[in-house]
């Protein structure tokens, strides 16, 4: 037995037989049509690129396509029966028509254009937006396109964005841009998996840590002791124990079941962008992942920042960035020689990776860097710098030292922190926050931030002091100034709440089936603040508007359309409500999404 078997929970005997990270088929990817899936002849095709459609009139058919990852045939759903779907090529200042087709022969579908300002019966989310793309039916649509940059699309409807509906949206601008470069290419990063999604998901409604196996150790547990003593390791392990989660819980779809695609390419496969030595290429990495956080970089080149969510910021030279499901930035390189580079995304939770290759020709391939080592999330990852961890006792006080504590134990102890005591509470501890009164005794809540602070200069779990310049947040800086320039009038704050166990995620304990809108008032420029109650980031994106990032002091700093939040994190963002009408607003992790993490922001006169 492996120490991992040793470690797994007895419900727990069956599982996946592949456990380790899936490197997927060289010529894997988009097989055949349904056609000759019902034969017996289909055949795998080469890696290819997804095709470019440029213009301002485009026909996208929604259907199904044989795919073929690991050697197991799969139907993904697709556009134009490619995977990613088509790389879409607009004009800023055009007015486009996509006429959207769902040949699906059961299932309504959607297009989301992710990041993009338009009418609210544009954006495409079933229930606010529209009422989906039945089964036979097609949807027209067309707007005004006020924006340029590095997008992507994808489905609203279901679990259709994991099975392969999205796509690349690239919008050239009509103002030359503040830098130059020579080629460029697309770089989508997702995930993919041969299970239904609908089955991951009931597995981890049922056993949220199905996907994780890296369970800690007795071995793990006595090295501990002999690094940092008994009375520490116990009090750490004490800790995690009643948090009913282990430090490993960094994602919670791992590589275990996901191959990480590179262009719908697996790792085996090699996706290759091509240069001539001296070129200033241009990469827009866009993360269209369903769950999957990456960590990129390009062993022996830096990368220039220059946009970040479609949008300029002065540049930034790093070795390497984090790219939370849904951004996007876009990075300049300058390869100088003939050798071939490789474009290394490896998930946060280090169980596996997307690669593909800057190469003078198709066929080379550079060394893979090994996975580094696996990050162990710790108490004080969770906002305080102390390495201090104490479990909290029922009735005691809280630890103002601990990063997290439970509001209210599911499995019957009383609550640790006094459910009343929200604003003596801050007054008690100094940085103590409040917290919303519907997490107070919520089964749905089971755990809370104590120090939650901005951190938009961490560059995150396992990336710190790696000998690395890592980008962070505070790195990106648009290239204007803030676009309202009002005051925010008004501060609304969220908080973002979860039951790890039941895989329960939802704003304030309040689950989207159950909650009230956001009400904005059309022409307001507001403040949203998220504080992350949970100890996992989750990705935030406000539909139809812009999310204008403040920096510690409050000032503009960047502008975005997904706002990431990691554990323990406390971040302020600048909201102006020009656009009337019902909004999607949610965590971008698509099991969080449906789990409840979900809200519907209402712009009204
Ligand atoms: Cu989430």
């Given at each position: 037995m492996s120490s991992h078997e040793h470690a797994?929970?007895?419900?727990?005997?069956?599982?996946?037989?592949?456990?380790?990270f899936v490197k997927g088929l060289?010529?894997?990817?988009?097989?055949?049509?349904l056609g000759l899936w019902k034969g017996e002849a289909w055949a795998q095709t080469a890696a290819r690129a997804a095709p470019v459609l440029s213009g301002t009139e485009f026909d996208l058919t929604i259907g199904e396509q044989l795919v073929n990852f690991t050697g197991s045939p799969r139907v993904a759903h697709t556009v134009n029966a490619s995977l990613p779907a088509p790389t879409l090529r607009w004009r800023e200042g055009d007015t486009v028509t996509l006429r959207v087709s769902n040949r699906l022969p059961r299932d309504h579908a959607s297009i989301h254009w992710h990041g993009i300002l338009l009418p609210a019966n544009m954006?495409?989310?079933?229930?606010l937006s529209f009422n989906g793309i039945g089964p036979g039916e097609s949807y027209v649509y067309r707007f005004h396109v006020r924006q340029a940059g590095t997008y992507w699309y994808h489905s609203h409807?279901?679990?259709q964005e994991q099975i392969g509906l999205y796509g690349p949206l690239i919008i050239e601008p009509r103002e030359p841009e503040p830098f130059h470069y020579d080629r460029e290419h697309v770089v989508m990063l997702t995930d993919w998996t041969d299970e239904k999604p609908e089955r991951v998901f009931a597995k981890l409604k049922k056993?949220?840590?199905?996907?994780?196996?890296?369970r800690r150790t007795v071995g793990d547990f006595l090295r501990d002791v002999r690094e940092h003593g008994f009375g520490d390791t116990m009090a750490d392990r004490a800790a995690w124990g009643r948090m009913r989660?282990?430090?490993?819980?960094?994602?919670?779809?791992?590589?275990?079941?996901y191959t990480y695609l590179m262009n719908g390419t697996a790792p085996a496969g090699n996706w290759t962008g091509l240069f001539r030595p001296g070129e200033r290429v241009r990469l827009r990495f866009i993360?269209?992942?369903?769950m999957t956080y990456f960590d990129v970089r390009i062993p022996g080149l830096k990368m220039t920042v220059v946009a970040a969510d479609g949008q300029h910021v002065h540049p930034v030279t790093v070795d390497e960035f984090r790219i939370a499901v849904a951004e996007t930035l876009d990075v300049i390189v300058e390869p100088a020689g003939q050798d071939p580079l490789t474009i290394f995304a490896q998930s946060l939770d280090r169980t596996g990776y997307a690669r593909g290759t800057l190469a003078v020709r198709e066929g080379l391939e550079a060394p893979v860097p090994d996975l580094d080592p696996r990050p162990l999330l710790t108490m004080?990852?969770?906002?305080?710098?102390?390495?201090q961890v104490m479990p909290v006792e029922p009735?005691?006080?809280?630890?103002?030292?601990?990063g997290h504590t439970m509001p209210?134990?599911?499995?019957?102890?009383?609550?640790?922190?006094?459910?009343?005591a929200g604003h003596d509470m801050s007054s008690m501890n100094g940085g103590m926050p409040a917290h919303p009164?519907?997490?107070?005794?919520?089964?749905?809540?089971d755990m809370q931030t104590m120090m939650p602070a901005p951190r938009l200069e961490d560059p995150g779990i396992g990336l710190r002091g790696n000998g690395r310049k890592v980008l962070t947040y505070a790195d990106l800086r648009s290239?204007?100034?803030?676009?309202?320039?009002?005051?925010?009038g008004r501060t609304i704050e969220l908080h973002l709440t979860g039951h790890m166990e039941r895989f329960a995620w939802s704003f304030d304990g309040i689950k989207f089936s159950s909650a009230e809108p956001v009400q904005l008032t059309y022409g307001e420029r507001l403040r949203i603040v998220l504080v992350n109650d949970t100890m996992m980031g989750h990705p935030i994106h406000l539909h139809g508007?812009?999310?204008?990032l403040e920096d510690d002091d409050g000032n503009f700093l960047v502008r975005k359309h997904t706002v990431d939040m990691p554990p323990g994190t406390k971040r302020g963002y600048r909201v102006t409500a020009d656009a009337l009408g019902r909004w999607a607003y949610h965590c971008h992790l698509l099991f969080h999404m449906e789990a409840g993490m979900f809200r519907e922001v209402r712009v009204e006169e």
């Open positions: 797994l929970p007895p419900s727990l005997s069956v599982r996946p037989s592949r456990r380790t060289a010529m894997g990817g988009v097989a055949a049509g954006d495409g989310v079933p229930g409807s279901a679990f056993q949220a840590h199905y996907y994780n196996f890296n989660m282990t430090p490993t819980d960094l994602a919670d779809v791992s590589g275990h079941t993360n269209g992942s369903a004080a990852d969770m906002g305080h710098g102390e390495h009735g005691a006080a809280p630890d103002p030292h601990a209210a134990d599911a499995a019957g102890a009383p609550p640790a922190v006094d459910p009343h009164p519907s997490e107070d005794g919520n089964p749905l809540v290239v204007f100034a803030d676009p309202d320039g009002r005051d925010p508007m812009w999310s204008d």
